[in-house]
Nanobody, 116 residues
Framework: QVQLVEAGGGLVQAGGSLRLSCAAS????????MGWYRQAPGKQRDMVAS???????WYADSVKGRFTISRDNAKNTVYLQMNNLKPEDTAVYYC??????????WGQGTQVTVSS
């Protein structure tokens, strides 16, 4: 059974920090490259960070130096530490394997709102 549960979002002032977590079922998590995506109102959903099972990471330019993705393979959980948040980071954040197509399963996401 597919399970992706994102958590940790909230309302924060610009310059603040949040740590998102995503608990996945073992079949989803194991050996997959996991990505964090976000979708702001009226905009397309974009990937902002990804991490391989061995810990190699990739970041979108817009978050590089501010966000850090990590994973705990023993807990089937992926994290996104977000520092120096900006109003333009406001979005619903999702996690999922990067190899899944856009029409495949999406979790409920977690809302991040950054006030100026």
């Amino acid at each position: 059974q597919v399970q992706l549960v994102e958590a940790g979002g909230g309302l924060v002032q610009a310059g603040g920090s949040l740590r998102l977590s995503c608990a996945a079922s073992g079949s989803v998590f194991r050996r997959n490259i996991m990505g964090w995506y976000r979708q702001a109102p009226g905009k397309q959903r974009d990937m902002v960070a990804s991490i391989t099972s061995s810990g190699s990471t990739w970041y979108a330019d817009s978050v590089k130096g501010r966000f850090t993705i990590s994973r705990d393979n023993a807990k089937n959980t992926v994290y996104l530490q977000m520092n120096n948040l900006k109003p333009e980071d406001t979005a619903v954040y999702y996690c999922r394997p990067t190899r899944w197509g856009p029409s495949e399963y999406w979790g409920q996401g977690t809302q991040v709102t950054v006030s100026s």
